[in-house]
Every structure is written in structure tokens, then in C-alpha cells.
């Protein structure tokens, strides 16, 4: 863990050996600037889709400028059309409904102690395929206890360690290392010394003190810091019994530093006995202890020292180890449902730790991430040594496990993930953790014990520091894609009944039933806050039995066009064309019969046909609320803001047909009720035709819902 120091007040001396880009901070700032920040799923999609809507709205605004010069219609009027048909095929709507979609989405992940602070991390954590996840703190609850001792000849559990003197007697020098081996500041708390820092040595410092008694003859004169490198730290101290090198780390590093090892003699055995050398067997019965305590879940330091005469040693050499401690980390009882969850929803989960490999299968194992018998497993050291085509061929293993990986090392993980076409996320809390947080398509940094940096170059903090709230956040996440999908649905199904008026008013040369200004009104106003509505829906129920998304699907796929262009759109241009043609032959019109603009009968016909659209629309903002279940599953009031919406659009349109100022600026005439009444019909008959087709699709798609991607596209 790197860690930077202010310099308040004091004396201090330092040698100073690098500066800037060259110091260790230097090289991971060096690795988070160099990473950058990719865009997100989203929005590449929406990149897309708008050179898709502009080509498209383009192509047709020409393509039937071109058709209404051919039939003779004047130049001048066939552009103005020209104009209001590529302005009716653009969703205006677009881009704030994906702000206030992911803006709610954020808002609904904060609650669930999932801060985002950049919007388009909301639509790429639900697009999410593979979660590299950290083990303390994340998966496990973060809070430490000292559960087991090899204390030369065999195993003592910490809670029967009081009963046996003679063991705390012969191996004080290990309870002294601990109490006195540690970064922990000491608070005054309700009038008690309290420990804050890591949870790990902050329970080897409380067994330390607690065994060992007070230690007012020791002083802490120096240190040798711990890192990833060196998996150790050490204290030089001035004791009762001289200088003395205290030093703790990882079993394999602290062994490789020690000439001596101390074993229990029985309880008449002397304390000051001289202890036995370091041979092969006496390593070999060490890793033993290790591999035990490590296959239990335990996470086990070693523990050594030696006298030392002169200042801080460069390095650790010839020391005594006096004995291994194992940790209990107990996971988080949430965990185990959350990565079921994510299994069920097709999400891959690899646990990166600095832990013993064998520490990290067993607590993989209680949480539920590894369930075979062999899992593959890679170590730091294994890392370092492969090439990236072979990691990436390692990651095809069903299951999984980095152990004694450093933080700088997940930024490969990450990265050999991705050019396997994996939406990833990260975990991390530290400096080093910062390259691999930017380069993940969404980086996820811990809010209770995550540095700065961290959270810099984090999209999404973690309030809790818990796994689980990942999986709440991402099926906040997912919510948004389908979301933006069916607002999709809703607005582009509105084309249809706006362009078939304008292709029969050049193709059968009968009054244009729908002018420009009437098109705007709909496109610009009374769809505009029921489609917004759409984008604040909340996840649906069901959405973390599917799995993600395939990378290539659009957000503008061929099965929401033809159900917006060929079914609904269509059922509304009937019902509108309809009501036009209902006013007219009511009045004894006659087809050829030319009106004039301002002539009463075809601005009752226009507003007719207007309120018709709008009276579909309004149903069909409860159609677009899932593409196969049915409209009538939901509650009246499980989204308010559509209610909102609706009262909005039917406040509008009454404004534009029975007001003066409505009726001069969008050219309309008050409608009798028997046009209303056939609105109502249309709009009734919409809901049975699109329910007939969900539960015909409901049919088709029963026994495969978990994993058809069919249940992606409305």
C-alpha cells in the first residue's frame, strides 16, 4: 500500500532519491494517465443511433420531397414539408430521456450506497459481463480476529491460549512483535485507548497487548515498511533485553530471512532455551501449519526477530521465527445470495487478492464463487511470468482465482478481459489500484477504506465498501438500456401516423390531414413528458435473470422498429385517418372536394385527426412499458411520472382544440364527442390487438426466458 506523508510541524532528516513522474507515485499517476478513459457502452450506442436517425430522417424527408415534386405540388410548400417530415422522424426527446433515465437510475443507486460520479458508468455497470472483485472488506466484512496459533509443536486455538502459560511464557517474543509491528494510531475514546487502521493489525496488535501486558520498557525507533514486493515489515525497538528487530509479513518471505526457528518444549521447558535451526524438515513442518490454517480460511503472518547491535538494517536476514498466526475474516452474509444473483444473470465473478492462494479458495468457497473441485488459480509470481495470449487463454477456465496478486497487477487482468470482448468491472481501494480502476470500463472504488486516488479514478463508490451493493447498482444499471429502449418504442411509433397523412395528401390528392405545425405540437409537446416518463421507470423484476446484453445489440434493433413502425404506428394511422375522414363525411365532403385552409370544416378535420394520434399515444405510453408483459400487470401508480405526463399531454392538447390562442397558432377547431369516442375505440382496440401479440410472444417464449436474447428485444 502506497501512502503519502504531510509534513505538519517538527525535525525531520531525508534523503531524497527521486522526484515527480519518477517516484512511486509518480509511476502509478504515470499508469492512470497513460490507461485513459474509454467511452462507455452507451455511449458508443447512442453515437450510433444518432448517425442512424439523421441518415434515416434525412434520406426520408428527400426521398418524399422528391415523391411531392413529381405529383406537382409547389416547390416551396413541398420543402416546408420536406423540413417538417425530417423534423417529425428525429427524437427530440433522445437525449433527455437518457439524462433523466440514468439521472434517476443514479439517484435510486445512492439509496442503495452506490454513489455514481460519472453518468454513463449507470448503462455500462448493467452491461457488465465479468466483476474482478477484491476479497477484504468487499466479500468479507472487513473486521478481523485471531482464531489459531502454530506455536512450534502444533496448533493452539487464541481462546485456550489463557490456560496454557507456559506457551505465552516461551513465545512472548511473538505477542511483544505483535503488539509493537504495526502502522495503528492510538485514540482516547470514553476515556480507553482505542486502534484505528487496518482491521488486520489492529486484532494482532489488541492478542499483542492483551497476552503481553504492557510494554512501557519498549520503544519503536525505526521501521522497514512493509510492500507488495517484500510482503513483510519490520520495527527496530529498544527493549529491556537491547536492541531488537521485530518483523512480521507473508509465511514464504519471512522464512526466506530467518536462520532460526523456536518450537514448544513442554511446559518445563526454559523460555531462554536457545532455538533450533531453520533446517529443511523444520520448514517443511512450517508450511504444513500454513497450508492447514490457509485451507481453513485463515489468513496466516509469520512472525521473527533478532538482537540487533548497530542502527535499521537494510534488509531482514538471520532471524528467529517464533511462530504463525491465523486471521478470520468472516464474509458478509449478504455475499453468498449476491453472487447467486449474479450467476443467475450471466455475470462472471473472479476474486483478485493479495491473500495465500489457499486462504483465497476457502473463503471462494464459503461465499459460493467457486464450487469444483479444481479451480484454476494464478498466482503474482505466475503472472509476472506469462504472456498475455496466455492469460487470456487462462481466462477461459469456468472458475477462477488471482491470489498474491499486487494492485498493479489487476490493470493486466483487466485488460487481457477486455480484448476477450468483456464489459468489466473493477474493484480497488488503493494508490496502486488507480491504473486498473481507469482502464476497467467501469471502475468501482471502496468508500469507507479507499484512498483519494482511488476514488479519483472511480466511476462508482462503493458508500459501504459491499459486494452486494455492486449487484443492487447494476440491475439499477440495467434498467436504463431497456429504459431508453421504450421510449424508442413510444416516440418513433408516433412517425407513422404523422407520415401516412402527408403520403396521402400527395398520393391520392385529398385535404392534407395533418399540417406541419400540428406535427411539431405532437413531436415537441404532448409526447415529449410521457416519454420522459419512460426513461425514470424502475428495474424490471426480472432483470437479473437475464443475461447481459450481447456487446453487438443495439439499442435500435429490427424487432422495435417493426413493432413501432408496422404494428402501432399503423394502428394509429387508422384510427387517425379515420377520425379526418369521419369529420369530413359527416359534413357530406366528397373526394376531389378542395378546402381551403381556413375553411372551419377541414380545421375540424385536422384536430380530429390530431387528437386522435394524441389519444393513442396516451394509451400506448402503457403499452411501451415492457415488451411482452402485459400492460395491465403494472400499477396505476407504480411510476407517478407518468400519470404526470399523461395529465400534462391532455391538459395540452385541450389547450391547443378549445382555446383561442391554441386554435390560431396550431390551426385547429373544438371536436365534437363522437370523435372522442372514436379516439377511445382506437385506443381500446390498440390494447387488444398489442395484448393478443405479448401473450402470443409470452407463449413462444415460455421455458427459455432466463436466456433467450429474444427477451431483449421488445
Not at 496459533?149 to 511483544?176: I, K, N, P, S, Y
Not at 483487466?414 to 467501469?442: C, F, H, M, S, Y
Amino acid at each position: 500500500m502506497l501512502a503519502g506523508t504531510s509534513l505538519v510541524s517538527g525535525q525531520a532528516r531525508a534523503v531524497v532519491y527521486a522526484t515527480g513522474m519518477h517516484t512511486e507515485f509518480g509511476r502509478i499517476a504515470h499508469l492512470t494517465q497513460t490507461a485513459g478513459a474509454a467511452s462507455s457502452p452507451l455511449q458508443r450506442e447512442i453515437a450510433r443511433l444518432s448517425r442512424i436517425v439523421a441518415a434515416l430522417a434525412t434520406g426520408m424527408g428527400v426521398a418524399l420531397f422528391f415523391v411531392g415534386q413529381a405529383m406537382g405540388l409547389p416547390t416551396w410548400e413541398n420543402l416546408l414539408f420536406a423540413i417538417g417530415i425530417i423534423v417529425a422522424n428525429v427524437p427530440e426527446g433522445l437525449l433527455p430521456t437518457v439524462t433523466l433515465s440514468l439521472a434517476m437510475a443514479t439517484k435510486r443507486m445512492a439509496r442503495r450506497n452506490a454513489l455514481v460520479r460519472h453518468l454513463p458508468a449507470v448503462e455500462a455497470l448493467g452491461s457488465t459481463t465479468t466483476i474482478c472483485c477484491d476479497k477484504t472488506g468487499t466479500l468479507t466484512q472487513n473486521r478481523m480476529s485471531v482464531q489459531r496459533l502454530w506455536l512450534g509443536d502444533g496448533f493452539v486455538e487464541f481462546g485456550d491460549l489463557a490456560a496454557q502459560a507456559h506457551l505465552t511464557q516461551a513465545h512472548r517474543e511473538l505477542f511483544v512483535n505483535a503488539a509493537l509491528c504495526h502502522n495503528l494510531k492510538s485514540i482516547d475514546e470514553h476515556g480507553q485507548g482505542k486502534l484505528l487502521g487496518d482491521p488486520m493489525e489492529v486484532a494482532l496488535a489488541g492478542m499483542g497487548r492483551q497476552v503481553a501486558g504492557e510494554l512501557a520498557d519498549y520503544k519503536r525507533i525505526d521501521e522497514l515498511p512493509f510492500d507488495t514486493d517484500r510482503k513483510r515489515m519490520s520495527v527496530l525497538c529498544d527493549t529491556p533485553n537491547g536492541r531488537m528487530l521485530y518483523c512480521k509479513g507473508a509465511p514464504e518471505t519471512v522464512l526466506a530471512a530467518c536462520d532460526f526457528v523456536r518450537f514448544d518444549g513442554g511446559k518445563d521447558s526454559d523460555s531462554s532455551a536457545q532455538p533450533a535451526p531453520l533446517d529443511a524438515t523444520a520448514k517443511t513442518r512450517l508450511l504444513a501449519a500454513q497450508q492447514e490454517m490457509a485451507e481453513a480460511g485463515l489468513r496466516v503472518l509469520a512472525f521473527a526477530h533478532c538482537p540487533v547491535k548497530d542502527g535499521m538494517p537494510s534488509e531482514e536476514h538471520g532471524m528467529i521465527l517464533t511462530g504463525l498466526v491465523g486471521l478470520g475474516e468472516p464474509p458478509r452474509a449478504e455475499v453468498p445470495d449476491a453472487i447467486a444473483r449474479c450467476f443467475t444473470a450471466g455475470i462472471r465473478i473472479i476474486m483478485v487478492t493479495g491473500d495465500h492462494p489457499h486462504t483465497a479458495l476457502a473463503i471462494a468457497r464459503q461465499i459460493g464463487l467457486v464450487k469444483t473441485e479444481q479451480p484454476v488459480v494464478i498466482t503474482g509470481d505466475e503472472l509476472r511470468a506469462i504472456s498475455p495470449a496466455h492469460l487470456q487463454l487462462a481466462l477461459d477456465a469456468k472458475e477462477i482465482v488471482f491470489a498474491r496478486v499486487a494492485a498493479v497487477q489487476k490493470m493486466s487482468i483487466v485488460q487481457a478481459l477486455q480484448k476477450k470482448g468483456e464489459i468489466v468491472a473493477v474493484t480497488g481501494d488503493g494508490v496502486n489500484d488507480a491504473p486498473a480502476l481507469k482502464t476497467a470500463d467501469i471502475g468501482i472504488a471502496m468508500g469507507v477504506s479507499g484512498t483519494d486516488v482511488a476514488k479519483e479514478a472511480a466511476d462508482l463508490i462503493l458508500l459501504d465498501d459491499n459486494f452486494a451493493s455492486i449487484v443492487a447498482a447494476i440491475e439499477e444499471g440495467r434498467a436504463v438500456f431497456e429504459n431508453i429502449r421504450k421510449f424508442l418504442t413510444y416516440i418513433l411509433s408516433s412517425n407513422i401516423p404523422e407520415l401516412v397523412p402527408y403520403l396521402a395528401f400527395v398520393l391520392f390528392r385529398i385535404p392534407l390531414p395533418l399540417t406541419i405545425i400540428q406535427i411539431l405540437a405532437v413531436d415537441l409537446g404532448t409526447d415529449m413528458l410521457p416519454a420522459l416518463a419512460l426513461g425514470a421507470e424502475k428495474p424490471d423484476p426480472g432483470v437479473m435473470q437475464r443475461p447481459p446484453r450481447a456487446r453487438n445489440e443495439r439499442l435500435l434493433s429490427w424487432g422495435l422498429l417493426v413493432r413501432a413502425y408496422l404494428f402501432l404506428g399503423v394502428l394509429e394511422a387508422v384510427a387517425a385517418m379515420a377520425a379526418f375522414f369521419l369529420v369530413l363525411d359527416a359534413a357530406g365532403w366528397h373526394y376531389g372536394v378542395v378546402l381551403d385552409r381556413d375553411d372551419p370544416l377541414y380545421l375540424q378535420a385536422t384536430s380530429a385527426c390530431l387528437a386522435t394520434i394524441v389519444v393513442m399515444q396516451m394509451m400506448n405510453i402503457f403499452l411501451c412499458r415492457h415488451p411482452f408483459k402485459s400492460s395491465l400487470s403494472f400499477g396505476l401508480f407504480s411510476n407517478p411520472y407518468i400519470l404526470l405526463g399523461l395529465a400534462a399531454e391532455l391538459g395540452l392538447i385541450l389547450f391547443i382544440l378549445y382555446t383561442p390562442p391554441g386554435n390560431w397558432l396550431f390551426g385547429t377547431s373544438p371536436i365534437g364527442a363522437k370523435v372522442w369516442l372514436l379516439a377511445l375505440a382506437g385506443a381500446a382496440a390498440m390494447l387488444a390487438l398489442e395484448e393478443v401479440r405479448k401473450a402470443w410472444l409470452r407463449r413462444m417464449l415460455a421455458g427459455t426466458a432466463a436466456t433467450s436474447p429474444a427477451l431483449h428485444n421488445p
